[in-house]
Structures are given as C-alpha cells and as structure tokens.
C-alpha cells in the first residue's frame, strides 16, 4: 500500500480517503481513527493505574481523576471499540456474503465522517476547559451539576457520533439482506455475519433512547428545560433507564461481533466446520432479544422494588444459558480438530476461559441480593473489564491478526503477534483479577486516592503493574505493524492456507469490485466445500459482464462537518445568553452556519442525481487477479 | 431491466393491473373512512366523560386499529415482501412496549 | 441499466419502488429506519407519561386545564386526510400518472401546512394563555419535545416533499425517482401513525384524566 501511495502523492491519497464510498477503505479509516481512539483511552487508563499505583498518590487532582474515568470509558466504548468492530465489519462482511459493495455506500462514508467527528469534538473537551467528568454512565444527578462545558461535549459528541453508528446499522442490515450472493442463503452465513447482523439490529433499537436520553440532557443543560430537574417536577430515574436502556444493548453491540470473530477463527484454526452452526445461530439472536430485557440490572440499587428486581434478575441469568451454548460449541469445534495455534487463534483459546470469568462474575452481580453488596466497588470494574477486554479487546486484536491480511495484503509477524499476545493476557489477568478482591475487600470503584495500611496497597500495586504489561502489548504490536508495512511482503489469496469463507477467495486486499464474477455459494463455508472438491476457486455464479460502482463522494465529509460546526454554537449560545448577549456573540450565527451546511449539502446530494458508473467487462478482462490492489 | 409483470398479452397485463389498483383504492378509502368513523368515536368517548377506567381502553384500542390501518392498507404491509419489514417494525413495537410500561410503573419518583 | 429510460403507463414495471437493487435497499433500509423511529418515538412517549402534570406548584396548568378537543379534531382530520392524499399519489404513481401524482402530493403539502399553522397557533395559545412553556416545569419540557419531535418530523417530510417535487418537476416518473417518492409517502404515514398515538395518549387521555 505504502508504495503505491508514494507513486500517487500523499494529497491524491488524502483527498482519495475523504471522498471514498469503497466499504475496504472506509474499514481502514474506521480501523486508523478507531487504533487512535484506543490509543487515547489506553493513556487515559494508565494515568488512573499510575494514580491509583501507590496510597494517597498526587500524581493527579481529583477533578482530573474524574475526567479521566469519564474519557476512559467513553473514549473505550464508543470511540475505539465499535469503530474496531466496524471495522471489520466493514473489511469482512460484503466479502463473507459475497457482495461487489454495501447497500448504501454513501451512507456509510457518512456514518463514518459523523463518527470521526463526534470523536473529535469530545476530545476536544480536554483543551475547551475541561473534560466531562461525571462517568461515562453521566447520571443526571451529577451531570446536571457540573460547571463548565464538559458535559456539553460528552452529549453533542456523543449524539453526532451516535447517528454515524445507527446509519452504520441500517447499512449493514440491509446489505446482508439483499446483497448476498446466489447461494448465500441465511443459514450459510458466516457466524461474523451473522453476529454482525444481529448486532446491526441491536444497534437499530439501542442507539434511538440514548439520542432521546442525550436530547433531554442537551434540552436540560442547554435550553433551560426541566426534564431531570427534581425541583420543576422532572425526574433523574428517567435519563438512567433511557441511558441502560440503550446501555445494556451495546455491550451486546460490542460482544456479539467479537463472538463472530471467534467463532471463525476457531474453525479456521481446527480445520473443522463449526460444531452446532444452528445452535450458534439460535444462541446469537436470543442472547440479543434478552439483552434488550435486562437492562434494569444496572439500576438494582436505585429502589426499583423487589418485584422489578426480581424479574430483571431472572431475565439476566438466563443469558447464562445461550451464552454457555457458544462456549459448549466452541470447545466441541476445537475437539478433535487439527489445531494450529496462531496467533489469532491463541487469542481465540485464551478469550474462553477469560470471558467464562466475566460472565461467572455476572451470574453473581446478576442476584439483586447479593448486588447490594458488590455495587459500586472495584469488583463491578473486574467484572466488566473481564467481559469488555477479555471478550472483546481480545477479539479486537484476534480480528486484527486474522484480517490484516485481507485489508492490507501484508501479513503481521507472527513471532512480534505472540508475544503481544502473551504480555496482554498476562498483564490483562494481572491487572483485573486482583481487582474482584479489592472490591471484595470495600474498595469503591471511581475514588481518585485511598489511605494507606488498608490492606488495599499491594494489589492496587499489582494492578498496576499489569497495565503496564498491556501498554508495552500494545507498542509491541504498533511495531509489528510498522515493520510489517515497511517490508511489505505481499500475500495471496488465502494467506492462512485454511480459509473457509468467500473471502479467502479473492486477491488480498480484493480489487475494488471485489468479485470480478459473483461466486455460487453451494454450502456453508463454501471456499472450503471448493477446495475438498480439488477446486482452489469459486465457481461463478454470472456470465463476465459490467460491474455498477458509486461514485466517490465529497458530501458525507461535509454534511458531518456542519454538525460539528453547530456543535460548538450550541454550546457556547449558553455563555451568550448567561452574559446577556455582551460575549459568545458568534454562537448562534456559528450554530445557524452549521446547520446549513449540513441541510445544504443533503439538498445538493438530494438535487443532483448521482447514478455511478460501470467498469466496463473489457477492462475486467485486463485486470489480472494477481495484482490485487485496491488502487 | 426486468419487469415484473411479464404477460404473454401485455394489454391483458396491464389491464388487470389497473383493476387491481383500482380495487386497492377502494379499500384504502373504506379503510380511511373507518379511520375517520374510529376518531370520532375517541373523541366522543371524551366528551360524553366516561370513567377512565372504561375510557381508557377504549382509546387505545381504536388507536391500535387506526394503526394497523395505516400500516396494512396505506403503507402497504399487507402486500407480499414485507416480511422483513414487518419483523423490524414488531421488534421495534414489543421494545417501545416494554419501555413505556417501564416508565409507567418503576419510575416514580 | 439507463436510469433515466423513459417509461410510459404499460411499460411502467408494477412496484417501481422495488424495481431496481437501488430501490429494493432503499425501501427496506427505510422500513428499518421507521422500526427504530418506534422506538425513539416511544422513548419520548414514555418520557412524557413520567413526567405528566409534573410541575412545581399549583399555580400551573395541567393537560385537562389547558388541552381543548376542537382544535385536537381538526389537527387530526387535517393529518389523517393528508395520509389519504399522499395514498391517491402513490395510487398514481404506480399508474404511471405523474401529473396527478404530484397534484395530489401538493394537496398533501399543504394540508400538512396548514397542521403546522395550527400547531403553532396551539403552543402560541398555550405559552400565552397558560403560561405553559418549555422551561416552567418538567410536565412543559416532556410535552414540547414530544409533541415538537412530531412537528419536526411534519416539517422535514414537507420539506422532503417539495424538494422532490422541485427537483423532479420537469423529468417525470423513471426508476431513479419512484423510490424516493415512495419513501417519502412512507415517512409521511409514518408521521401519521405516531400522530394517532399523539392524540389518543396525551390529548384524548389527558382530558379524561
């Protein structure tokens, strides 16, 4: 890739990247400004781990601490770990289903941009001011509180980026729906799309509360509206449910396409078909209906009633259930196959017992009782680590293993790829395991500083030290990648030799119309049906003929910068109005400028017709395979 | 470009087509005058001042019936290839319940 | 495939919206967006339910004070006749009629115009005459945003509205412009049904009590 950029001149590439709608490169915008975003909340995880390394630290202020809890876990859940998923959603899913392109490929050059955006326009926070600083959760009760803009970027960035990732739902429903290739029924789909689609849906149905949760926030603090304001008759129980309602569902969001990843990396690896497809299939969509039934569990502690209580107890234990299916499927696929130990597939065998943890852990906080006891203390924080990171950061970098491959042509070291992978399980256990103790022991979770002589000293120290071991992890792997690229050793079709899926059928990375003919889809993992009948490609399902592609487009860039640019006059109209008009003076022509742009650019996409082009079946003829490139 | 509707006798086709629109059409303006007949009836309910305990019901379900209405007959969902649609649009309708009874019987405070 | 191919009432397919892979992704991307429209709707309906006649002190008006059932008819004949309308245009769309289509589309328009002015002249009454605002009490905010998200959503249909007619003005009905036509009607319906729910729930049961 690095060479041809040369050729090209970085600000042919540039302006290529801005305006493109190919699905590939929209995956590695998401994976660049997603790899930035992890970046960025591993540094703010460090300094808690720094602060919190020794009794009655002042390596940080409390208001800081405070902020950067709140950057953590923001910055971790909506910045890096979705944009990873997507990804890879992106790079991976219109290959497995067989599809030339997604269903809306402007829209997905626009959920992107307004992602991107959002993202900045939070992190931005940190030089306007100040951080928002009351939990990545922002309770009412406590955001309302807050001086200062911090909570004004948290809800505008929040809610631009917000409608990028629902756009990318839509995006990705629709493609798996309609865009499959012949052949590619439902129940031969690939568990990554599978999960992908589930996921999509849930993000359909999750993210539209959070935008009315962060709509009544922005109402409350920006329009002088009532709705979490107890002496005006609002209510404060109100964001915390539409926040879980949503909340809940996106951890969802998040394991689901990592179980994906999983599970293709398992039969990959073990050379077999996945055991139980059906079960697994079944398994996904249950375990995102209930999902969306427990969200209460969150809120135990708030005074539900023991019959609320009761009921979401039940609902969250029974995910036990489904879940404990895909692992049972899991071990089955591994059993008695030929196992090559990779390193997206260590990460795969390290993920089982790490998440069982979490979920062991969850099963406890799940009996209301008991949470009364666990609430709020670090072993809350063990828990979830245990499922986001041992779930789906593993998943994250098994997936970046396995696919960088298919997005960049280059395969990583696999030497650098195993020790990353052992300093990150090692560092990742010996930071959060000794974390259900400390929370056992009384150690409240989002406390900037404790006394020494507690009993707390030595394991927060060794917490610490295992943070450590995943930030040298992830230099380790930024190295990899470096060194990888520098070298630039080009790779073919199917560079792990026991590709399954479609993808492994074309040139890594795919030409940009991916399947020159589209491929019959015969059964499920169809490469691997191909290649035991002694075939090394995919029969074609369509005669050689003219490829419909979208055009490059400028808008989506544009349309998601007026937002941006509203953004900070929505803000600061609030400064404008409290000095009565004498400062902030630019905030409503700023706020009104970036509306239209927005409004101004969905009208020149809607007024000028834009049909595409076609690539013609006589230059398909020329394209050789082996080239690949997706230049 | 394929067409959908290929006949042997294209006239046959198309004008069974027309009769076929057209009889849609007439029950899209039987379904809107039932519209039209089911708000006059809520909206009587409330002037004749009916315990809301009876009231209540009553409202919501012609205001369930007007729904489907709308989505069977001018919407079109009766029509074949809305199965997908019609799954979204249910999953969407059981979690709208399920928020809507929650913020009517946990929030209180 | 010419996008623009001319097309005349016989060789019209029968669901042009569905016609092309463009108008197939369209239609059912659309149709998911409206499921996940439930749900926001909901959000807001649940929101104003908690917080109904919620407000700081006697002195402020609740639903049953201030809410008056004439003005909520005409509303509601004005939207539901609107729905009917934009049925005659698709009606004639798909008879490949494009005069009528979009003559019926403009009595769309402005029947949706006119539920504006009256909505308007609704929150004017309330503010003037109740001193019911968006910032007096939380049972205001709840109703302002529940019942604005719904005008929002009639202006933007509007708006989506005249900018197809505008754009279209001049080319007639081909296989590019069928879609977005019906999508528009869609939302329109849309915006109709959770108007149904708007004065069943919070003004026909907030007069009973």
Known sequence: MSTVAEKRGFLAVLWDYLTTVDHKKIAILYLVSGGFFFLVGGIEAMLIRIQLAIPDNDFVSAGLYNELLTMHGTTMIFLAAMPLLFAFMNAVVPLQIGARDVAFPFLNSLGFWLFFFGGIFLNLSWFLGGAPDAGWTSYASLS?????????????????????????????????????????????????????????????????PLTVGLFLMLFDRMFGANFFDVTMGGNTIIWEHLFWIFGHPEVYILILPAFGIFSDIISTFSKKRLFGYAAMVFATVLIGFLGFMVWAHHMFTTGLGPTANAIFAVATMAIAVPTGVKIFNWLLTMWGGSIRFTTPMLYAVAFIPSFVAGGVTGVMLASAAADYQYHDSYFVVAHFHYVIIGGVVLGLLAGTHFYWPKMFGTMLNETLGKITFWLFLIGFHGTFFIQHFLGLMGMPRRIWKFLPNQGLDLFNMISTVGAFFMALAVIVLLYNVVITQIKNVRVGNDPWGDGRTLEWAIPS????????????????????????????????????????????SFIPFVMSLGLFIAAFGAMYQVDWRASDGADYVWSIPVLIIGMLITIGSMAVRSLKDDHGYHIHKEELMDDHDDKGGRE | MAHESTSANPKVNYEYRRRKARDEMRGQVTSFAMMIFMTFIAFIIVIADFDKFYAFPVLLVLAGAQVVLQLYYFMHMSHKGHGTAALFLYSGALIAFVTILTFLTIVWW | MDMNQKYTARTWPESPEKTTLEGKNKFLGFWLFLGGETVLFASLFATYLALKDKVPGNDHALAADMFELPLVFIMTMLLLTSSLTSVYAMYHMKNHNYQKMQTWLLITVFLGLAFLGFEIYEFNHYVHEFHHTFTSSAFGSAFYTLVGFHGAHVVVGLGWFTLLLVRNGKRGLNLYNAPKFFTASLYWHFIDVVWVFIFTVVYLMGMVG
Do not use: C
């Open chain 1, 144 to 208: 309302l509180a807050s001086p200062g803009h911090g909570i004004d970027f948290y809800v505008l960035g929040l809610q631009i980026s917000g409608a990028g990732t629902l756009i990318a739902g839509i995006n990705f429903l629709v493609t798996i729906i309609n865009m499959r290739a012949p052949g590619m029924t439902y129940m031969r789909m690939p568990l990554f799309t599978w999960s992908t689609f589930v996921a999509s849906a849930l993000i359909l149905f999750a993210f539209p």
């Open chain 1, 509 to 552: 990375p795919p030409p940009y119309y991916n399947f020159k003919q589209l491929p019959l889809v015969r059964g499920l993992d169809p490469l691997w049906i191909e290649k035991m009948e002694g075939r090394k490609e995919m029969t074609p399902a369509e005669p050689l003929g003219d490829i419909h592609m979208p055009n490059n």
